[in-house]
């Protein structure tokens, strides 16, 4: 047990690191992007908002951040 | 050698000269307080295991994953990667945190392993080990990833495999020969290029990924195709410079 969750923690070390919020506001940009694309926009459409969304969902956590 | 892969060649090594740095770091305070055979075991037991991941991960990757789901999830993990180095990158130089030290790195490790209790297995040291082996093999997992994706993004792994190698090798004789930490290396400077070349290339191949979910099945194409991948650089370093310029206003009393 001890050792599941010793590589538990280990990954989400890794993964998430000491702010959860960066891994959130990219999971949460890519799943808008993806509703995004599955509206039917076109590629070049759905890449540049995917872009665009990366940015605004960083900036709004780094905000968030500082904030609290 | 091209362009490209001099710039291929420059981003893996500076990605994993800073991961490097960091291991060296910690081995470095438990060779020096604990013993160096225990702390020279857990070294070498975690590149042992890294091989292992690397060969296994790689694999897996290469052969179970179609394209673009293989450049969704490692261009997650990279934007997830170069994000956090860029949060960090942007609150030391707003004044909001504050820099990275190795020598105060160094100096809070040999502290908690003069501290800690002394236990032996086998004749090591158990805390040097697992302190050394967490050190080496956290930093090295994502020198594997960061070379993996680079490599891939440019059909090019020996070039990735190269730039990353000749780090490991130089910051392992500046260890030798010094035997201290490499303070003096401008991490933080360091830190923000490769954070931002993560994020671009991050971006560029998870929004790229995303053709996985539609009816094709196929990546995404990005307008301009690769050198979107200069516009993204551009975007998330003006971006950084705003934030750098406007947070301090958002805590002028912390901001120094």
Known sequence: MRFVKGFGQFWYDFIIGDDWKIAAAVVAALAVTL??????VSAAGAAIAGGALLLLFFVASVLIDVRS | MTGATWGLVASTFAASFVEFVEALTIVLAMGVTRGWRSAIAGT??????LTAFTAAAGYALSTWLPESLLQLVVGTLLLIFGLQWLRKAVLRSSGLKAMHDEEE?????TEAAR???RQSRFGVDTFAFVVSFKGVFLEGVEVVFIVITFGLSAANMPAAIGGAASAGVLVLIAGVILHRPLAAIPENALKYGVGLLLASFGAYWAVEGLGVFTRSGESLEWPGGDWAILALLACWLLTSRVLVKFLPRLKPE???
């Open chain 1, 35 to 40: 509703a995004v694309v599955l509206a039917g």
């Open chain 2, 44 to 49: 070498v037991a975690a590149l042992v295991a």
């Open chain 2, 105 to 109: 790195e160094y100096a809070a490790q």
């Open chain 2, 115 to 117: 501290r800690a209790a």
């Open chain 2, 254 to 256: 912390v901001a120094r």
